[in-house]
Each structure stands twice: as C-alpha cells, then as structure tokens.
C-alpha cells in the first residue's frame, strides 16, 4: 500500500521568522498538532510540533523566541508513491510527504498504524474466505507439527471447529499426512494417497518458507470418491459421446449438424455416401459459403437460420448430381438462441426401396423366428437337406441369415449338390414363403421357346398362340421367388433381357409393348464358371455381377464326405418306405462309398442306393451288390481298365456308349454331359442318336 493511500492531513506550513507565540496561536486556530517550517525560498527547514512549544513553555522560556531555535530539524520526508511497510518505525512520529518539493500533507505514526492494520486486517479476512471457500481440504502446520490452520472443508470434514483444530499435533488428526517429511526434506510432494479416518485422498504437500527458512508445511487434500465420481461421469459422457456416433453413424440417411452460425461441426458416414462430398471438406466450414461456391444449389441450413424455424427442401448436390430431400431443425438454448442445425438428408431417388425394406421389417419375434429356423436346419437338418459337415452347418446358417433379405443370390456348385434345395430353403425362409416360387431350368427349354415361356405372350404374337394369351414365369412368380436353374445356359440373346428385368422390376409380354410391374426376388444358380464364360464372350459381364450379389458356393460331396453316411440311411430310409422294403447297408459298403469320387455328388449317391434297393437280393446290402468299378484296387474312377485284348475302334465306340449311358443316368441335360466330358454339346446328340441312348433306356439298363 502506497502513501498516498492515505488520508493525509491538510499542511500547515510555517515561516522561519514567526516567533513561538505567533506559530502556537496559527497551530490553535488551524487545530493541528504539527507543522512543517520553510525558509523564504520554501526549502524545508524543519518540523515544529505542539510538544516543542510545551517544553518552552514547562521551561518558563520566552515566546517571543524564533520557532527555529525550538523546532526539530531532523525531518523525514517520504514520496507519496513510496509504501507504508518502508516507515512502520515506532521512533517516527510525523512523516512529511513531498512530491517535487511541493509539501502534499502529514502522516502521523497512528495514521500509519491505523491504516496499516485496517490492511492487514482486510488481506487476513480475504485470504481466510479464499481458503475456506475451496472445495479441497487444507491443512497448515508449524515447523513443529502442530496445527496452524484449516479451512471449512478440513473442520466439516472432522466435525471440529477451528479453534479446537489448532495447536493439535497433526499426528492425532491425520497420521499419514505427511507434513512433517516436508517440514524436515523442504520438498514438495504431490499426487501422495493416504487414508484420513478411513477415506482415501490425494494430496499435494509443500513447504511453508520465510526469509529462506522453512516455518511449516500445508497439504491440501483432494477426496478420491470424488476423483472417481468425476471419472466416472467422464467415462459416462465419453461413453454418451460414443453412443451418439454410433446412433448417428447407424442412421442411413445423411446427417449433418452445424452451430448457430451455420459451421459444420458433425456429419455421419452415410451423409458421405448420400452427396458424395467426404466429411473432411465439409467439417469447421460454413454451409453458406457451399451455396455461394455452388457446391450445393440451395442450403437448408442458411434457410433455417434466416427464418428461425425448421426447414424441408428438395435441393441438387453438385458434386453426385443426385436429388435429396433435407430437412433442417433447429435447436435452442435456454435462452432462446440458436445452438445447433441438424440436416437429415435422403436421396429421393431411394425413398421407394427404403420404404418397402422397413415394411419388411418384422420385428423381434420374427428375428427369434429365423435364429430358431437357422438352429432347427444345423442341429436337426430338414426333410430334404439332410448333412452333419461343420460346412453345411454354416451354409445353413448363412442361407437362413440371407432368407430375410431380397438380395439377389447366385448359388455355384457342381451338378447333383443340391442348388435347388438351397433355393428352396431361402424361399421357404423368407418373407415371401407364402407367396409363389418357380423354377425355371434355362438348359432344359428349347431356345425358341425361351422367351415366350419366361416373359409371357399375348393374343397374336405367334401363330398358335391362344386368345387368352399366357402369363410367363416371371408374372407367374410376381410377389415371390423365382429361381433360375442352369442360368450358364442361357442363350446370349436371352441374357439382355434377363438384365432388364432385374434392372427395372417390369416385363413385356411377347407381342405386347405395354411393361408390367413385377415385384420377384431372383436366385440364379449354376454349375459353371461364370466368370470363364464372361472371358470367352458367351456371358455378359453386366449380368454376371448383376447375379452375383450375394454368392453361395455349395460344396461337393468330396468336400464333405462326413454327410456321406447320413445320407445313405436317409435314403435307405427313403427307399424302403417307397418299395416297402426293410433292408440295411453294411459297414463295409459305407467304407467303400466314403472313399468313392462321386462326381455326380448327392444325386448319383441317391441313384446308386435306388439301385442297390432294387437290385440286391438279401436284407443286408453288402460289397458284392456294388457296382464293379466299387470293387476295384482303387475306388475313384480316375482312368479305364482294360481286361483284354479287342479291337481299338470296338473299344473306343464301347467306351462312348458306356460313358454315355451312364452321363444319362445321372439325370444330366446334354448340356451339362458335354461339359463333364469336355466336348461340344452338338457331339453327345450326335453319339446318343448313334448308339441308341436315351435318358429312359439308361435307366432301364442301369437298374437291370
């Protein structure tokens, strides 16, 4: 505190050649105690005061004597800028302050003390209701140990006030405080726990110091229960924060949140997605300047703020071209401003699809129901599907899993595997299982008739063709599933028009221009590489991936021969319950059709057990019923035995005509026989023709 802080007293100033009665009657009249004496060029002489005319007085001296004989010449002078610390000096009675020579007032030695302790007074009761109103627990010590000081926090806690805290040892209040280390070390100490009647804190400890002396030592002490309720609440809104990313991130329409002056702060994956414009050219920017630079051709968030109400626009983004429908609410503080501007962004052109898939949409029970139909298949199979191999379990599950959702699935596997049961179970599976399902095999139609079978025919569009016209498979399967077997084998031309339809959901009738709406879910499957036909040009590469949304691989036989002896008693089962029969399958038998190729998979698996029901003579079918080529070293029909010497050109046409009977007996299209046996298609009809074979007659022999 400075000098001139003080209410100083108004001077009264003296000349040197006033005599001591004419100074006491000036002091009289002015009422004050003291005053400075200045020469006739107002240097200051000296400091004339009460007391000093009373000694004349006591001493029965002349009055008509000069102040100057009796005034004291020893005067201190102060700055009014100077402090009151630099004059608390209980010898000084009067202090003179003097500002360039101009004398400014007299501060006595009570002022100082008065105002001195009024001072230190306010700076004690300031610095107590700073400490008491922390929160933490504060605790001071002498260098001794002995308490000096608390705050409300440290006497709430112990319940003592703070008169009863002081000059107790800090030993009988808070043993681990550790107070008295740092009294004796001079070193801080920070983050320390310890325990204060049976609660835990942590501590920041430091020593007290005074001329460079350590006088004690204060700790304050922070309530671990609270560290980790804050900790606590910050894992909970860090936790808030995170579940508002996923919930804003799982949304499928776009979503973007700016302030209250249109800066973007927030945007989810799929607002990326929908406008084609990445979040990091977006964040911390202004949605006004993105109209202005034509990013966007109208801004729903400019609108919103400008009107002060929620706002719902059609508007294009430049950068996909696409049409969306964005709607921008506002958000308020307590006060009535505008905190944030949350945009939901859809693209029209979508609104169709996203509407019908959450009508699709069943609900719980209907997720209980198609975890119950997974687990049923892989635990207790289905009566077509029968397997045990940890790989149809998961195909299984798989293909109930893709049931509920209209994705359009390519099912791969060789002949026999079972495609079209795996088609089946995703129909009977899915929402549309009351609703129709066809199959089509596109091998199995004459190309000519092709078109008119799927798409339909009107009156006269061909002669023959009823009045009444007739609805293709297509219509026929509107509302359900329709599955294309053989899809390898469709003709080119055919192709095009497959990928129309899957494209736009509409068919045409042959002979009619008029499109009819069809709503189909379409399952394709083959026993070809598609992706081979693509590279030689007999497949469109539109339609490959067009049909390969979702793709299901069906393993063979070989793959998963664990299935193998499921399925011979499945079929035995089968069997004897169509000829009335009750025969049973040898151990020896099994080993042996484990070990078999089977390239015809389950359907020549099934053919073979039909044939050992009918043609085995006993109850039990053993290793003599199976075929020769059963009986061999090796069991895998990997090459030709020769068992004697003919004629090369007798058995090359014995060999086609065995190889053929047998393509026939296994329920294959000539398309696919020419596959097996790597020729063109044209040469199994012209072999067949030659040799007499047909599909019933290799039967026939196969089962004599």
Known sequence: MKLREIKMHDPVILQTNLTVQEAAAILLQKNVDCAPVIDKKGNIEGLLT????????????????????????????????????????????????????????I????????????????????????????????????????????????????????????????????????????VKSGKVELAQKIMVFNRWFLTNRFPIKKDGKIIGAVAVLQDMTELDNIAEELEHYKSLNNELDMIINSSF?????????????????????????????????????????????????????ERKE????????????????????????????????????????????????????????????????????QYSGSDKIIFKSEKMKSLLGMVVKLAHYDSTILITGETGTGKELIAETIHKN????????IKVNCGAIPENLLESELFGYDYGAFTGAKKQGKAGQFQLANGGTIFLDEIGDLPFNMQVKLLRVIQNKEITRVGSEKSIPIDVRFIAGTNRNLLDLVGKK???????????????HVPPLRERKEDIPILINHFINLFNKKYDQNKRVSSEVIDRLMDYNWLGNVRELENLIERLMVTSTGYLINRRDLPSYFNQTSVKP???????????????????????????????????????????????????????????????????
């Open 310 to 377: 929620s706002v719902t626009i059609s508007h294009q983004t430049n950068k996909s071209g696409r049409l969306h429908l964005t709607t921008a609410n506002l958000c308020f503080d307590d006060h009535g401003n505008i905190y944030r501007v949350v945009c939901n962004v859809r693209d029209i052109t979508e609104l169709n699809e996203l509407r019908q898939r959450i009508e699709e949409i069943k609900g719980l029970s209907q997720h209980y129901e198609s975890e119950l139909r997974a687990l049923r298949l």
């Open 253 to 305: 329409d776009g979503i973007l949140v700016a302030d209250g002056n249109g800066i973007v702060l927030r945007t989810n994956e799929a607002f990326e997605k929908v406008t084609g414009v990445k979040r990091e050219d977006i964040l911390e920017r202004s949605m006004i300047d993105f109209e202005k630079e034509g990013l966007v051709s109208e801004s729903a968030v400019k609108l919103a703020l």
């Open 538 to 552: 007999e497949f469109r590469e539109d339609l490959y991936y067009r049909l390969n949304v979702v793709p299901i």
């Open 107 to 182: 501060i006595t030695h009570k002022d100082l003390g008065n105002k001195f302790f009024r001072s230190y007074t306010k700076i004690s009761y300031e610095l107590e209701a700073i400490i008491n109103s922390i929160h933490n627990l504060i605790i001071a010590v002498d260098r001794n140990g002995f308490v000096e000081v608390t705050n409300d926090a440290f006497q709430r806690f112990l319940g003592m006030t703070a008169e009863e805290l002081k000059r107790l040892h800090v030993k009988n209040i808070a043993p681990e405080s550790g107070l008295e280390e740092v």
């Open 638 to 704: 990997s090459g030709v035995l020769v068992s004697g010497i003919v004629p090369l050109q007798d058995a090359i046409e014995s060999l086609e005509k065995q190889l053929l009977q047998k393509a026939y007996s296994g329920n294959l299209t000539t398309r696919q026989m020419a596959k097996l046996l790597q020729v063109d298609h044209s040469t199994i009809v012209k072999k067949a023709a030659k040799y007499g074979i047909s599909k019933q007659n290799s039967v026939n022999n196969q089962k004599r």
């Open 430 to 437: 899915s929402s549309r299982c009351n609703e129709p399902y």
């Open 50 to 105: 009460n007391r000093h005319i009373l000694n004349l007085v006591s001493q029965k001296g002349n009055l008509s004597t000069l102040i100057t004989d009796i005034m004291s010449n020893r005067v201190v002078i102060g700055h009014p800028d100077d402090t009151i610390e630099d004059y608390l000096n209980p010898a000084l009675e009067y202090l003179l302050v003097v500002d360039e020579k101009k004398i400014m007032g």
